[in-house]
């Protein structure tokens, strides 16, 4: 009987990575984690993609009981918005999503000359303001139709027409 050995895999090294959030985390034990998240935007939202445990201290060993312990939905919820507000006062305009409050008539008039836009160039117009704005196609949709309904859009745009 042939005896198997235990093989262990190294990880592939990473160039230099840069993490978008970083949280010192101290475990019920006493001891100190770095916790590092990679943050993308995923449907929509700002998420963690990537994550990596360092124990602050070299001597401490990573245990199943730690990682029950880590407050990792709450490190996560907080690294979400503090990335949605950076994101915020970087580009000047709502990262998050809508919430239902009314459309101002600056946010509508953008969409109705991306339409329009779109439309003279003969592109799909839905995806063209959906990726525009960074929004979904039905998202797209209901802020056309909020535009049209306020008579920024207008209603005789038709596949073919011309815009003479």
Do not use: C
Request: hydrophobic letters at 40%.
């Amino acid at each position: 009987m042939e005896k198997q050995m235990n093989t262990r895999h190294m990880p592939t090294p990473e160039p230099e990575r840069r993490w978008d959030w970083e949280h010192i985390w101290r475990s019920p034990d006493g001891d100190d984690w770095r916790v590092l998240l990679d943050l993308k935007q995923v449907n929509g939202r700002i998420a963690p993609v990537a994550m990596l445990i360092q124990a602050v201290s070299a001597k401490t060993p990573l245990t199943h009981l730690t990682l029950v312990d880590l407050p990792l939905r709450q490190i996560a919820r907080e690294a979400a918005e503090a990335e949605t507000e950076f994101l915020q006062s970087r580009i000047g305009r709502k990262a998050a999503p809508h919430g239902g409050r009314p459309y101002t008539d600056e946010e509508l008039q953008h969409v109705a000359n991306l339409y329009m836009t779109a439309w003279e160039r003969q592109i799909p117009v839905q995806r063209s303001v959906a990726d525009a704005l960074d929004i979904s196609l039905s998202t797209a949709a209901k802020r056309i139709m909020a535009a049209r309904k306020r008579g920024l859009i207008p209603n005789d745009l038709r596949k073919g027409k011309t815009n003479d």
